[in-house]
Nanobody, 126 residues
Framework: QVQLVESGGGLVQAGGSLRLSCAVS????????MGWFRQAPGKEREFVAA????????DYADSVKGRFTISRDNAENTLYLQMNSLKPEDTAVYYC???????????????????WGQGTRVTVSS
């Protein structure tokens, strides 16, 4: 079973930066495409970014393009989300997700993912 643990959330002023991390327990982390999603208060969970198992291809929601960068370190079993130029509307709980195993592309729908972390809260003040 794959376990995911997010960290790095917190309170930041608008225009600031945060780097989220997701530690993954899977022995074969590199077999999984990965993604970040977020859920703001009173809203549905939404796609943020995705990356292929190799890290060569990425995909982003329009709302974060040019500000967020997803990356992974397969040797360290860790997924990252670098968030720059943060806005109050980025306030949400951020979740990392793994799957499907052996998937060969990026996935932007939450139903494509098999395993989820518990989330880390990001609050951006204006």
């Amino acid at each position: 079973q794959v376990q995911l643990v997010e960290s790095g959330g917190g309170l930041v002023q608008a225009g600031g930066s945060l780097r989220l991390s997701c530690a993954v327990s899977a022995r074969t982390f590199s077999n999984y495409p990965m993604g970040w999603f977020r859920q703001a208060p009173g809203k549905e969970r939404e796609f943020v970014a995705a990356i292929t198992w190799s890290g060569y291809s990425t995909d982003y929601a329009d709302s974060v393009k040019g500000r967020f960068t997803i990356s992974r370190d397969n040797a360290e079993n860790t997924l990252y989300l670098q968030m720059n130029s943060l806005k109050p509307e980025d306030t949400a709980v951020y979740y990392c997700a793994a799957g499907p195993k052996y998937g060969t592309q990026t996935y932007s729908t939450d139903v494509s993912y098999e395993n989820w972390g518990q989330g880390t809260r990001v609050t951006v003040s204006s």
